[in-house]
């Protein structure tokens, strides 16, 4: 975002000019759905925001904003978090989880870049996008809307989205949810966290330190609360750190009803005026859609309980984001003909390819679909292979807007039944339900076994469906769930190759779909053209390069099992189940075989402050090209505060022909070796650390070895 001198003075000439109230109505959002009362009276006035508005009446609010003294032109918000999918049939990309698995971060700034467009074109200003909360309770509801569990893959590939929302000026973006939200206690959406400062600013903040950086306009605070005190209200951390640390120069937005909450669940305000005087003065500027928010905070600026500095500073910053987007000059927009264009498509196709992962594969796949070779049969079958509810995940026109549309689906958008049809002409496709994904209605699993047994081959479609994904859809259990796990082993016992495709928002506990499948793709909310790409996957037509973002419980009881935890005195596991997680962050089988070797350090002793490399060569060692994710892990001895067993550092995503070799070289700074001290400060403590370069988490060591190098650094 731009700060410009004249679009300061522009701003000051305009404070001096506004009643309380008016400045008051800049610091409000507006849900028309929600208040369908109070809406036509305020939306004659001129409000900050709206949210959630869609098609002709974006127009006609903005000319009634027009009409009043200071026509200050509205700012609209839309949940544009995975493209501009509220907008039937405009470009839906993979969810953020799916399109993590591809740690590309090119591609997705290009997303981020073709949603602005769309959202641009469409009349709106403003993506709620992107989420940087860190899923590592994989019962929270919302893990799909994440770029999973690592705090610096999360850092990265948000700034990556940001800068492509951002670049063209053209929408604000807004990093969220402020902060820890995805760390409520047990995975329970919205409930307290429960963690200390210092964890905020080793494991939480990086992200969002990332995000101003990249120019994120505006930052959300989460709904819940941080040891107690609501985020929202919580002055240390939206002021002091985010402003005065990050240097945050854009607006802060509350999420849905915040102030409400502050008073009426947390309970730290006794009224909406406390709520609003704590709110304002913590460095809220404005608020999503709490209308008594409006009355309060007038009365608490007139009777001098809000200094009117604060209540400026915050209509400022609101302000300088309006300007710096050109809406006053109305700028402008994009055509219509952007929204699904054929360059859009191409860029969703090549990011859902590298949001696949194969987690499994005993060489059954690729399959060849030459009309000589193809299977004569093959057989679809299961809940998910035939809906793209499931597969488009939350916050989509779907789940959100008109369900009806989807009945009218274009040809163009892909299941992986239509996938399948599209990619094997020469094979007969013969597809049935098996049985939904919850309950036991329209379940047929004797059918599936016919089916199955009079095919070559089963395309098995499992997962999870929109009523165990989202908001405040948390689960207690993570295992299939419905009759999928009979129909599974039913499928199974027939004895002929199958191949599964999970098609779900979040890692399930699949122990036994791995044991019992020769091939395992997974597609996280694949959206438009996961099925096209699974069924591609499954033909060999690309070879998959997605890494997981995100670890895979053995069992629920089993969580947490992010990769970065601590040591300790045990064995770190429990005496009924298997150590560590199924699969493990990072990890994630392509057609081919990488080699890595002749790793490098460019010193042994680094003095404290400066960086230093390291390299290694990385061989295609099989018979087609693919992409190959090469991870800098770092591993620190010993320090004053316990740190993680090991940390992600790096990653580069290369491209390798047979046979080919590349050197891939990463630079450590001490940022890469900075851990939070007991005062927390972000320090770099002297000491050895060991560094990795490998193709997935390694086993941490302290010894020297052929892919881990010591590296001391002196003060
Ligand atoms: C609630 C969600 O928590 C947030 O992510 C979203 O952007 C807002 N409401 C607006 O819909």
Known sequence: MKITPENERKISELLEKMSVRDKILQMFQMDKSAHKEEFPALSEENLGSYLSIMGEEVEALRQKAKATEHAIPPIFGIDAIHGHAWRPFATIFPSQLAMACSWNEELIEEMGAATAKEVNADGLDWVFSPVLCIARDTRWGRVDETFGEDPYLIGKLGAAIIRGYERDGLVASCAKHYIGYGEATGGRDSYDTEVTMRKVREVFLPPFKEAVEAGASTVMTAYGTLDGTPMTAHRELLTDILRGELGFEGFVVTDYCNYKLISTKHRVAQDAREAARLGITAGNDMSMNTVAFIDAAVAEAECGNIPMETIDEAVRRILRVKFALGLFEEKERMPKSVIACKEHRRLNHALTRESLVLLKNNGVIPIDNSPEKAPKSIAVIGPNANGMENQYGDWTFTSH?????????????????????????????????????????????????????????????????LSQNGEAKDRAKLELTGKQTELLAAVKAVGKPLVTVMVTGKPLCIGDVLEKSDAVVQMFCGSDLGGLAAAELISGKFNPSGKLPISYPRSVGALPCYYNGY??????????????????????????????SDMEVSERTVKNGESFTVSANVTNKGKMAGKETVQL????????????????????????????????????????????????????????FTVYIAPCVPDFTYEEEKMAKIVEITE
Do not use: Q
Request: charged share 30%.
């Open 567 to 596: 040591s300790s005195w045990h064995w770190g596991g429990y005496c009924d189940e298997e150590r560590g997680a199924l699969l493990s962050f990072g990890y994630g089988l392509s057609f081919t075989e990488y080699e890595y």
């Open 401 to 465: 807007r008109e369900p009806a549309e989807y009945k009218r689906m274009k040809n163009d958008r892909y299941t992986v039944l239509a996938g399948m049809r599209e990619i094997f002409p020469d094979s007969e496709i013969k597809y049935c339900l098996g049985c939904p994904v919850s309950g036991e209605e329209g379940a047929d699993i004797a059918e599936a076994v016919r089916l199955a047994e009079s095919a070559d081959l089963t395309v098995l479609v499992l997962g999870d469906d």
């Open 633 to 688: 892990y770092i591993t620190d001895h010993f320090s004053s505060v316990m740190t993680p067993r090991i940390n992600l550092r790096g990653f580069k995503k290369i491209h390798l022909e047979p046979g080919e070799t590349k050197r891939v070289c990463f630079t450590v700074t001490p940022d890469d070796l900075a851990l939070v001290n007991r005062r927390e400060e972000t320090v770099v403590e002297p000491g050895k």
